[in-house]
């Protein structure tokens, strides 16, 4: 007994010692952004949806059965460029295996016309696009996982029961082994 | 004895469990408070430049950056601000290019040097050349912040993250993070906020 009651503050000491790290990732900015003004800007000349944050969350949500695929890039984004083809084959072989991709555009505004149009128009992209434009990172990138740090590409695998988030490129066949352990 | 030899087990495990979960954190880089290295890295000048040779700084504004990333553009403006307020005050920009030129050849060192030149770049603008000093950092995309204080025990980290809350319009910012971080550090005041993220241009290896 006499041991429990030394080894006991010791132990203490070492899992409050732990937590400290955690301390200062709390201090991460959390504030509520105003969006009304931004929402005002929508241009409804460019073909695409486009959301800020607050519109866009519930794409990340759905409780449906379906599987959804959802990749973050940009037009300037040479690597996000590169595995687009293999998420375009994802979306169009796991159609029937109820497997959705939805590809999130994070181009400025100054780029959805001369960029991201012409680019989408060009690679007769057939999976959902939506342009995402919401300044306000810092408080939206920890909502879509906090464990990203902001680098693009990224994507997100979920469904009802499950998410998984990668802060990383793929090949198609590391995409397919990810997206086999949602399907079955 | 058996609770003894339980409690030694129990403790030796959360010691353990205590450094390993340390060693991954260390392997993605820096966290608030740790010692950032130094280093020698080639300037666009010719120079070698290490954060030792700053003899009076009082810290360092070290910015992985580089010549093609959009948001790393939409931010040269901002830098060259953030060293012509700062560094009167002791807290000098240090720019790191941390691409790999040879799969970014708009990031080699060539035209690191006509970058620099073009826009007037008043910081060194070095080559993470072997891309040895980024990793130690944690830099994730560029560009990537680390505002270091400058004490007896090494540069300290104090903040680690964006410039600011608008990359793609200066006139929008309402919160200028390096700014208030630096301000605060100056007046030897608590950062309020000492880590914060943004998108960026992934690092190419």
Known sequence: MKHLLLLGPIVLVMIFSCNNKAKSEEKVKDSQPEYAEIQSKVNDEVKFPIYNFQSFEPLLYKDDDKTYVVNFWATWCKPCIVELPYFERLNAEQKDNNVEVILVSLDMPSMWKSKLEPFVEKKEIKSTVVILDDPKQNDWIPKVAEEWGGGIPATLIYNKDKRSFYEQGFTYEELNEELNKFIN | ?205
């Open chain 2, 1 to 205: 004895m058996k609770t003894l030899k339980a409690f030694v087990l129990l403790a030796v495990l959360i010691t353990l469990a205590g450094f390993s979960s340390k060693s991954i954190v260390i392997d993605n880089g820096y966290n608030i408070g740790d010692t950032a290295t130094d280093f020698s890295l080639k300037n666009v000048d010719g120079e070698t430049i290490s954060l030792s040779d700053y003899k009076s700084a009082k810290g360092f504004l070290v910015i992985f950056t580089c010549n093609t990333c959009p948001y790393s553009v939409a931010y040269e403006d901002r830098i060259n601000a953030l060293d012509a307020k700062y560094k009167p005050l002791g807290v000098p920009v240090i720019a790191i290019n941390p691409n790999n030129p040879e799969k970014k050849p708009g990031d080699s060192f060539a035209a690191m040097k006509t970058r620099a030149t073009e826009k007037g770049f008043t910081f060194p603008y070095l080559l993470d050349e072997g891309q040895k000093i980024y990793p130690e950092y944690g830099a994730k995309r560029t560009p990537h912040v680390f505002l270091l204080e400058k004490t007896l025990k090494g540069n300290v980290v104090k903040y680690i993250g964006a410039i600011d809350d608008n990359s793609g319009d200066a006139s929008n910012v309402e919160e200028k993070f390096v700014e208030n971080a630096v301000d605060a550090m100056l007046a030897g005041k608590e950062i309020k906020v000492t880590t914060t993220r943004a998108i960026g241009c992934s690092i190419k290896v």
